[in-house]
């Protein structure tokens, strides 16, 4: 879990620095020379992120007794390493955070671990299951401690194990091998090294967009390579990078330069045909795909949390667990009832909202929501509280998504290619948006909910309910936009 600081060497590499090169040097050369850019300045989402991952990685030491922690302070690199030299000396069973130097690339390994005839390199990682993108962070590990003259004899990922089930059903970690994988790498590191050590020397390199822009992460410098331009051939609908790439192969970079013969599905045409001519496009079979939803009809969405080391009984790491929802109903007159919960503390919140929702939904014929997440939610939610199961099961059987209606039937040309609840509702219902809210994206919800949770202590009684304000207004606004662009669909059909 390397953190390279913006104050060391522009000609060194780290471990982080080296994986970000391996995506792209464009992207390595502006972190590199651009440290204090906003798009590197970490949102709440991304320190919630960076937090968890610190948590995980603590928890990892503790399954080895007796290792010893290198302080590394990033301003006095050299004394960290002089550090990791007289705890190996001293013959420590474990060494976390292990400095090293070597081919002007610096590596903080997370876990050294001492074997009889040499040594095991520990990555920890805060997923749940060990990827492909660990392998080049692991690997270039190994060819710096190889070069500072350490027996290597085994290299480890250690992950969340996706089997675990808190409190304590089965083992929080994992361990894969990536020995084998991680040799194969070796041949190609020096290159590499020595590729991206003279590029940074050098001005900003010319790199073309492809996959690499969002494969193994999307870039944080996405926006400056892909215009903001909504004939863009990125803003295809589902085009991917890596056909967007394949467009670019092909002289491609507008959509109005795609030829009239090629293969494109129902929605990529229906965009094209509304941007062709300025309006928006609705199918004929709008009405009937609407037909389901003339009953009485209510509106619901969830907003949850999601921490790596589960909190709540059940739940796997990284599992979202619902903690609000706000539900809206249609009633016979025209006018909507509206009803809403927001957890209160850390204890399991589930039970309480589980009872509240079903309350709330009873005399809905159906239940309106947007894309599948609230399916699955409801889904974890009978797992969670079994003693409702039977009235969650019949929650369930009422839902009814609005997505594909949308997808299937309708296309906007200031959709750009997206068919989410925000990039639909502005074109579709132009008084309705969130930009008068605080809270406006639902990662950030998450994130939110979850420190009102987990660490309310730390916040005034102001700061609380006004945090339980903003997060009450984000979700009630959801279901609110739901209702609004199903009454405007039933206008265009009329």
Not at 120 to 147: C, G, M, N, T, W
Not at 245 to 272: H, M, V
Not at 333 to 343: I, P, Q, R
Request: proline residues 6%.
């Amino acid at each position: 879990m390397d953190r390279m600081s913006p104050r060391e060497s522009v000609s060194g590499l780290s471990k982080s620095r080296f994986t970000a090169g391996v995506q792209c040097h464009k992207l390595l050369w502006w972190k590199v020379h651009e440290p204090e850019a906003v798009e590197l300045q970490p949102d709440i989402v991304l320190e919630d992120r960076f937090d968890q991952g610190r948590h995980v990685g603590a928890l990892a030491t503790e399954l080895f007794p007796g290792g010893v922690q290198i302080e590394v302070d990033r301003s006095r690199l050299e004394e960290a390493v002089a550090a990791t030299r007289r705890v190996l000396v001293d013959g420590a069973p474990a060494i976390f955070e292990a400095c090293f130097f070597e081919h002007n690339t610096f590596v903080a390994v997370d876990i050294l671990e001492r074997l009889e005839d040499g040594y095991r390199l520990i990555e920890v990682k805060s997923s749940s299951s060990q990827k492909d993108a660990h392998i080049p962070d692991a690997a270039v590990q190994l060819y710096v401690l190889r070069r500072a003259g350490l027996e290597i004899r085994a290299v480890e990922v250690m992950h969340l194990n996706k089997e675990f089930r808190h409190p304590e059903q089965g083992q929080l970690f994992a361990r894969t091998d990536v020995t084998d994988e991680v040799e194969v790498w070796q041949a190609r590191i020096p290159e590499e090294l020595d590729a991206q050590l003279e590029m940074l020397n050098g001005p900003c390199p010319e790199v073309d967009i492809g996959a690499h822009c969002e494969d193994p992460y999307e870039c944080p410098f996405r926006a400056r390579c892909w215009p903001d331009d909504p004939e863009h051939i990125g803003n295809l609908y589902n085009v991917g990078a890596k056909r967007a790439q394949g467009y670019f192969l092909r002289g491609i970079r507008q959509i109005s330069e795609l030829p009239a013969r090629e293969k494109l599905n129902d929605k990529q045409q229906r965009q094209i045909r509304a941007m062709n001519t300025g309006q928006l496009i609705v199918e004929p079979g709008l009405k009937k795909a609407l037909e389901p939803f003339e009953c009485r009809i209510g509106f619901l969405d969830f907003e949850t949390i999601q921490r790596a080391v589960p909190v709540w009984p059940g739940m796997f790491p990284w599992q979202q667990g619902a903690a609000q929802f706000s539900y809206h109903e249609l009633r016979d007159d025209g006018t909507y009832s509206h009803a809403e919960f927001l957890a209160e503390g850390p204890e399991d919140a589930r039970p309480m909202l589980a009872e509240r929702m079903i309350e709330a939904t009873a005399g809905a014929d159906r239940i309106l929501h947007y894309t599948a997440f609230e399916r699955t939610q409801i889904r974890y939610l009978r797992a969670a509280v079994p003693s409702l199961a039977v009235e969650l099961e019949e929650l369930d059987g009422k839902l009814i998504d609005l997505a594909p209606v949308i997808r299937d039937h309708v296309y906007h040309p200031e959709f750009h290619g997206s068919f989410s609840l925000k990039d639909v509702l502005t074109p579709m219902v132009p008084d309705l948006a969130y930009d008068d809210l605080v809270i406006i994206d639902g990662m950030v919800a998450s994130v939110t909910i979850a420190r009102l949770l987990f660490i309310a202590g730390k916040l005034s009684p102001q700061q609380h309910e006004k945090t339980r304000h903003d997060l009450l207004e984000y979700c009630k606004r959801d279901t609110w936009a739901t209702g609004r662009l199903l009454q405007q669909l039933w206008q265009l059909v009329e």
